[in-house]
């Protein structure tokens, strides 16, 4: 990746035109707001996490009850992901994300992932 290395004379530099908002719309914004624009960001946050992790699962050409029995966790556990209640934290997020890099749906051995070579949740069952 090139570097370029650029100057810049504060004395005659053209200031970049002001961006477009509603000074008066931010100035309504209540704590309310905010706190609620928080929680609706904090779910589809949720609601993309859960995406990721039916997408992992379906490519891995497996069931709810065949993934969970393999990352040893309980059949709740795939459920809340994928419903967005919970979100895969650890050993198992990391582990998802190798799964979707080597795109080898059908594979059976998980063994392989690099972060968890030594730890069972990453092993077949």
């Known amino acids: 990746m090139?570097?370029?290395?650029?100057t810049i004379d504060i004395a005659t530099s053209i200031p970049y035109p002001k961006g477009r908002f509603d000074a008066d719309r931010v100035d309504a914004t209540t704590q309310a707001d905010i706190a609620r624009?928080?929680?609706e960001d904090a779910a589809?946050?949720?609601q993309d996490a859960a995406r990721y992790a039916r997408k992992v699962r379906k490519r891995l050409g497996l069931t709810q009850q065949e993934l969970a029995e393999r990352i040893n966790?309980?059949?709740d556990t795939i459920r809340n992901w994928e419903q967005g209640?919970?979100?895969?934290t650890g050993p198992p997020k990391r582990c998802s994300k190798y799964w979707i890099a080597r795109r080898k749906?059908?594979?059976?051995?998980?063994s392989n992932c690099p972060t968890l070579s030594q730890n069972a949740i990453c092993s077949s069952a």
């Open 85 to 88: 209640k919970r979100v895969p």
């Open 73 to 75: 966790v309980s059949l």
């Open 37 to 39: 624009h928080i929680a």
């Open 44 to 46: 589809e946050a949720a």
């Open 2 to 6: 090139k570097t370029h290395r650029v």
């Open 105 to 110: 749906p059908h594979s059976r051995r998980f």
